[in-house]
Each structure stands twice: as structure tokens, then as C-alpha cells.
């Protein structure tokens, strides 16, 4: 099965219109779900934590038979998840903590998962990831990632 990454500001930004130009995020999405992507979650729970905190809550607020309760309920119910055991000290984390400085643990949790896995991560995280992809990249390269490892925001994500 094909897995990936994405960060639970995605999931958020579905319901906001700044970021979700042109409805791209709910293709996106529903593209996934229809691929059968797994979504790449670490053991300890962590990120599990962050979606139950912020994507739960937001699930109960909304109508029923709309579509964003359809799709997030099925990445935060029923979807695969592929659990992936991440060592907060080896050499990987090292040189993502070294990027990452800021006490952001999730973040540095959803890099390390997209490293380990070689798969995409997805997120809108434009101060901590993002902005830091090329120096992520160049960090990790050969011994800590694979050659499909990249972090995407959503829009970059919804075309390929």
C-alpha cells in the first residue's frame, strides 16, 4: 500500500477558504482515500494525540451529511494507519532537531516519519518545515531518507 505523511494542519485547513483555494485540499484528499493511501502515524501516538486535540473536535462540529465530516472521519476513523516507531535520539532526529530548533516535537515527529518511511509529508507548516525543505533534505540525505522523502504543502501535493 502507498502511505504518506500529513500534518493535522491540512486537515484543518480544509475549512478555510485562504488555504483551500479552489477546493484543491478536498480533492486531495479524496484522492488519497480513493488510492487507499495509509497514513504514517508514530507508535508513541503523539501525532494520533494532535488529531484527536485538534481534527476530533472539529468532526463533531460539523453537519452531519457534509462532506468535510465524510472525509475527516474517514482519515481519523477508518483509515489505515501504518504505525511507525521513531527513536527520539539516534542520528535521523539529531539532524532534525539540529533544523528544527524550536520546542515543536510533532513537527519534528511527522520529518522523521516521512524520512524513515521514504514517503511524502504533506503539510502547510510554512515557518517549521516548510521553509526549512531544502536544509531538511540536504541534512538527511543518503543515510536518514529515501529518494521519494519530500515535504509538500497542499497545493503542491494536489497535483501530483
Not at 38 to 44: E, G, M, S
Not at 53 to 73: A, H, M, Q, T, W
Not at 131 to 138: F, I, P, V, Y
Not at 140 to 154: E, I, P, Q, V, W
Amino acid at each position: 500500500m502507498p502511505h504518506l505523511a500529513i500534518d493535522s494542519n491540512i486537515f484543518e485547513h480544509l475549512l478555510n477558504p485562504a488555504w483551500n483555494v479552489d477546493s484543491h485540499i478536498n480533492r486531495l484528499l479524496k484522492y488519497l482515500q480513493e488510492e487507499r493511501f495509509d497514513l504514517c502515524v508514530d507508535v508513541n501516538r503523539r501525532i494520533a494525540s494532535e488529531y484527536d486535540r485538534v481534527i476530533v473536535p472539529i468532526i463533531k462540529n460539523r453537519d452531519e451529511g457534509s462532506f468535510e465530516r465524510y472525509i475527516l472521519s474517514y482519515w481519523m476513523i477508518y483509515s489505515t494507519r501504518k504505525k511507525v516507531a521513531v527513536e527520539e535520539n539516534d542520528e535521523r532526529m539529531k539532524c532534525i532537531k539540529g533544523i528544527i530548533v524550536e520546542n515543536e516535537l510533532v513537527d519534528k515527529i511527522f520529518v522523521y516519519i516521512a524520512c524513515s518511511e521514504d514517503c511524502k509529508l504533506i503539510t502547510n507548516d510554512i515557518g517549521h518545515i516548510l521553509s526549512r525543505r531544502t536544509e531538511l533534505l540536504k541534512k538527511t540525505r543518503k543515510k536518514y531518507r529515501g529518494a521519494n522523502t519530500d515535504f509538500l504543502n497542499s497545493l503542491e501535493a494536489s497535483r501530483i
